[in-house]
């Protein structure tokens, strides 16, 4: 029932932040095919009703990264949506998944412009994030524990 809701949860991208970046010269090699490990990973800001999402993303040739980056972006729940996934008997909240694949997509998009951004005018502005099925990724609700000091 609740998953049907999941369009319907209003919500603004209210931060997006850069937690790491990192590029590393020795491990690039230029014109090799690159591999890259990519996940996510999600949290409550339970005061501000905020969901974050983490996108983490290394570039790396035989297990050596050479662009490290992890991204969050911080979505703002609609108070009236947020009050609605809250299981107060167990303190938790749970979000559908297609709302988190939702939100998972808009910081894959933030991740590849933050990419781009800092690798602009280095060798490294090649390197570009490819489209992702993140239906693979992320696909079941994630339920989070709530401050029971309240």
Excluded at 114 to 138: C, G, R, W, Y
Aim: some cysteine.
């Amino acid at each position: 029932m609740k998953e049907e809701k999941a369009s319907k949860i209003g919500f603004l991208l209210s931060n997006i932040r850069t937690l790491e970046f990192a590029t590393i010269d020795s491990a690039y090699q230029e014109g090799s095919p690159a591999d890259l490990k990519f996940n996510f990973g999600f949290g409550v800001l339970e005061e501000a009703k905020w969901l974050v999402c983490d996108a983490i993303v290394e570039f790396h040739f035989n297990e050596c990264p050479f662009i490290i980056i992890k991204v969050r972006c911080e979505f703002e729940v609609d108070s009236e949506a947020w009050d609605s996934y809250v299981d107060h008997k167990r303190h938790t909240i749970t979000f559908p998944g297609k709302f988190l694949q939702h939100l998972a997509v808009l910081t894959t998009g933030t991740t590849r412009g933050v990419l781009h951004a800092k690798t602009e005018n280095t060798k490294f502005n090649q390197i570009i994030l490819p489209t992702l099925n993140i239906t693979d990724i992320v696909s079941e609700p994630i339920t989070f524990d709530l401050d029971t000091k309240k």
